[in-house]
C-alpha cells in the first residue's frame, strides 16, 4: 500500500466517486488507483446507508459494526478483539492496492485508531494521527495487542 486514508463517511465517499466515470469516459474520472476499505459504522442506527462493494478500484471491503466507545455500555457495541483481528488479516490480504481507505461517522476516532495503527503495521510513522486528534486508544490498543500476540504465535 502506497497510503492510507482516514476519512469520515462522507469524505470516504466522496473519494470513491472520484473513481467514477461514465461508460466510454474513462478519461473523465479524477483518480484511477485501487483501493481496499475498511468502513467502520455505528450500530444504534444499524450503519448509515452506504455499502461499499468491491468493483474494478475497490479491491476489498471490511464492514465493522462497533460504536465509538472505550468500555462496555449498555446497548452499544464496543470493540473485540476478533475484530482487530479481522483488520489485521484485510491489511495483510490487501497490501496491494494502491490506497487503504478507512472511514467512520466522522474520521477522528475510530478510523483514526485504525489508521494509525495499520501505518505502524505497515512500517510507516503514525504519530500524526496522534497529534491532530485523539484515536479512540481501546481501538488502537486492541489492534496493537492482537498484532503483537499474533508476531508471538507465528515465531513459534
Request: hydrophobic fraction near 40%.
Amino acid at each position: 500500500m502506497k497510503r492510507v486514508m482516514v476519512r469520515s463517511v462522507f469524505d470516504a465517499f466522496e473519494y470513491v466517486m472520484d473513481h467514477y466515470y461514465p461508460a466510454g469516459l474513462e478519461d473523465e474520472a479524477v483518480r484511477s488507483d485501487t483501493y481496499a476499505v475498511i468502513s467502520i459504522q455505528d450500530t444504534h442506527t444499524g450503519g448509515f446507508g452506504i455499502a461499499f462493494t468491491p468493483n474494478q478500484h475497490c479491491r476489498d471491503v471490511l464492514t465493522l459494526y462497533f460504536d465509538d466507545i472505550v468500555r462496555e455500555v449498555e446497548g452499544a457495541v464496543l470493540f473485540t478483539e476478533e475484530m482487530a483481528k479481522q483488520i489485521i488479516d484485510f491489511i495483510k490480504k490487501n497490501r496491494e492496492a494502491d490506497t487503504l481507505l478507512i472511514h467512520c461517522y466522522a474520521g477522528q476516532s475510530r478510523s483514526r485508531a485504525v489508521g494509525a495503527f495499520a501505518l505502524k503495521m505497515l512500517g510507516g510513522d503514525n504519530s500524526r494521527y496522534f497529534t491532530q486528534a485523539n484515536p479512540n486508544m481501546h481501538v488502537y490498543e486492541t489492534l496493537e495487542k492482537v498484532w503483537r500476540q499474533d508476531s508471538v504465535q507465528g515465531d513459534e
